[in-house]
């Protein structure tokens, strides 16, 4: 069956610290993965997008790896805030001709100060 | 200026109820979709429309009657309410088809009584 796997329990870090976040998929063959960032009672705000062919991206403090051999995505958060504090989803675009996003269920990341 | 909004917020209403969900988006983009967010915070993909057009339908209930009257609006109609249609549902829209981000809404917290 096909599966997105965030780890489902919240992740504590200090603030500082770097934040590794997870996102394993099962039977899928993504083109995109991309990455979101949700607030409690607000919509997800998009972060990052990499393509299948790209290793690496980043943006300011974050950083996504995108490995199609084991089926994985990381997401990084470097030098760590009180304000990062939400849940990031990971979502997989196939690219069947129109963009349909699979999301994973969301990590939720604490940094304490 | 909000990009994606939808109306009404929060919408409590009685099983058997219809009630409609409305959404506009200022970003001038072509395809805009319907998601759902269950209490388990899983979000899933309900409707796509492309330039007014449906284009991605997921097994969704016919009760739930999207309509798009213009590329920039997209509502959701929905029938004789149940439980189980308690949850948020979240407006998007993106520029093109596949490998661009979504632009979320606030969500629209219904809760069925």
Known sequence: ?113 | DTAVSQTPKYLVTQMGNDKSIKCEQNLGHDTMYWYKQDSKKFLKIMFSYNNKELIINETVPNRFSPKSPDKAHLNLHINSLELGDSAVYFCASSQAQGNTEAFFGQGTRLTVV
Not at chain 1, 51 to 58: M, Q
Not at chain 1, 90 to 97: Q, R
């Open chain 1, 1 to 113: 069956s096909q599966k997105i796997e965030q780890n489902s329990e919240a992740l504590n870090i200090q603030e500082g610290k770097t934040a590794t976040l997870t996102c394993n998929y099962t039977n899928y063959s993504p083109a995109y993965l991309q990455w979101y960032r949700q607030d409690p009672g607000r919509g997800p705000v998009f972060l990052l997008l990499i393509r299948e062919n790209e290793k690496e991206k980043r943006k300011e403090r974050l950083k996504v790896t995108f490995d199609t051999t084991l089926k994985q995505s990381l997401f990084h958060i470097t030098a760590s805030q009180p304000a990062d504090s939400a849940t990031y989803l990971c979502a997989l675009d196939m690219n069947t001709g129109f963009q349909k996003l699979v999301f994973g269920t969301g990590t939720r990341l604490l940094v304490s100060p």
